[in-house]
């Protein structure tokens, strides 16, 4: 079975600094790749995600991911972060609409 | 579009009682529902998968008695925890999928219900 690993359980950094959140995943089949952010108490909001074609994912509030199907990597950057993107991230990999979740990034911006 | 609801969004309920958790689909038909449970700093566990008109299909370790999945329409589906003690206490989040969803192999999240047991 496919699995996902975040390889940072926190990432603390200034506003306007630039972010990398980084997930690697396993799977011997072709899988889909997603990034999700949690709110304390709220459900998961898909920041973006990758199916086929470019490998260069753009998704919302100015986040990106990039495929690299030969490091099986897709971390998730942000050039510049604000107070408001403190939260939790999940990567997940999904087969055959079998999702399976990293652990989970906690992202801290501080003043 | 793609909107799932769940309700209540929290629930404290006492030792042994039972209690129900929904999940709809608001503007489209779920085909497939999820429930996933997530403890306190931690990731998201798959707990069933459940297809409309179908049982729904436990995730090993899940007990099948004890959390109760109905999927009985393409809108809605039930989670119902029996006789719920302390250590079911969590937060509980659904997701569905189907047709015309715009987002194909995509799961929509609902908000999720954090359930206490007392």
């Known amino acids: 079975a496919q699995s996902v690993t975040q390889l940072d359980s926190q990432v603390p950094v200034f506003e306007e600094a630039p972010v990398e959140l980084r997930c690697n995943y396993s799977?011997?089949?072709?899988?889909?790749l997603f990034w999700y952010v949690q709110y304390p108490n709220q459900g998961l909001q898909l920041l973006l995600k990758?199916?086929?074609?470019?490998?260069l994912v753009k998704g919302i509030n100015g986040f990106e991911a990039e495929f690299n199907k030969s490091q099986t990597s897709f971390h998730l950057r942000k050039p510049s972060v604000h107070i408001s993107d403190t939260a939790e991230y999940f990567c997940a990999v999904s087969v055959n609409n079998d999702m399976r979740f990293g652990a989970g990034t906690r992202l801290t911006v501080k003043p | 579009g793609a909107v799932v609801s769940q309700h209540p969004s929290w629930v404290i309920c006492k030792s042994g009682t039972s209690v129900k958790i929904e999940c709809r689909s608001l503007?489209?038909?779920?085909?497939?529902m999820f429930w996933y449970r997530q403890f306190p700093k931690q990731s998201l566990m798959l707990m069933a998968t459940s297809n409309e008109g179908s049982k729904a299909t436990y995730e090993q370790g899940v007990e099948k008695d004890k959390f109760l999945i109905n999927h009985a329409s393409l809108t809605l589906s039930t989670l119902t925890v029996t006789s719920a003690h302390p250590e079911d206490s969590s937060f509980y989040i659904c997701?569905?999928?189907?047709?015309?969803?715009?987002?194909?192999?995509?799961?929509?999240f609902g908000p999720g219900t954090r359930l206490t047991v007392t």
């Open positions: 990758y199916l086929s074609g470019s490998t």
């Open positions: 799977s011997s089949v072709s899988v889909y």
């Open positions: 997701s569905a999928t189907g047709p015309g969803t715009g987002g194909i192999y995509e799961q929509y």
């Open positions: 503007d489209f038909q779920a085909t497939t």
